[in-house]
T-cell receptor, first 113, second 115 residues
């Protein structure tokens, strides 16, 4: 069992749907991350929150919208996704952006129809 | 530029064989961290080890061992007496301030351990 919890584990949605991915950690970490991972590729960083503020946005399309309601929670809101957005979405956290390692959740496998 | 290269894309061994995964990195920073992660088929990335740039001591943890050599910019990982449960994709990663404190992953090495 990981200490970073992601829900749901699997998600199938149409291109016009709106859904959200959720991530939670209770390790007191102040940096939280979203990654996208395609099959047979390493994870690609999407967003970093540091002390609940957006620190890094890796030029992610606006159909992905992150939110950090508090230091334990991280959401990724999805709207009008494309089939190429189908991937494994991983959440991670670390004490700070410099004080690592990052601890990863199990991921959400997202399929866009 | 910051880069991590894992030249081996896939390694297949028979149980109880040793397997060594290569990792070569590039960074202009003098202070940096290196990591290894394991990703089993279930998907989560499991942290295995962190090494900072000033600590070149090799490390052993059970059947796992790591060889860090700054002179060749390498951080290799050896699994001794491999087991079927070691089958996974292994990622080497680099963290440095020059890259904005973002992890740079290598391409990963898939290890298949056959019974």
């Amino acid at each position: 069992d990981t200490e970073v919890t992601q829900t749901p584990k699997h998600l199938v949605m149409g291109m016009t749907n709106k859904k959200s991915l959720k991530c939670e950690q209770h390790m007191g970490h102040r940096a939280m991350y979203w990654y996208k991972q395609k099959a047979k590729k390493p994870p690609e960083l999407m967003f970093v929150y540091s002390y609940e503020k957006l620190s890094i946005n890796e030029s992610v399309p606006s159909r992905f919208s992150p939110e950090c309601p508090n230091s334990s929670l991280l959401n990724l809101h999805l709207h009008a996704l494309q089939p190429e957005d189908s991937a494994l979405y991983l959440c991670a956290s670390s004490f700070t952006q410099w004080d690592q390692p990052q601890h990863f959740g199990d991921g959400t496998r997202l399929s866009i129809l | 530029a910051q880069k991590v290269t894992q030249a081996q894309t896939e390694i297949s061994v028979v149980e109880k064989e040793d397997v060594t995964l290569d990792c070569v990195y590039e960074t202009r920073d003098t202070t940096y961290y290196l990591f290894w992660y394991k990703q089993p088929p279930s998907g989560e990335l499991v942290f295995l080890i962190r090494r900072n740039s000033f600590d070149e001591q090799n490390e052993i943890s059970g059947r796992y061992s790591w060889n860090f050599q700054k002179s060749t910019s390498s951080f290799n990982f050896t699994i001794t007496a491999s087991q079927v449960v070691d089958s996974a994709v292994y990622f080497c990663a680099l963290l440095s301030g020059a890259a904005g404190n973002k992890l740079t992953f290598g391409g990963g090495t898939r290890v298949l351990v056959k019974p």
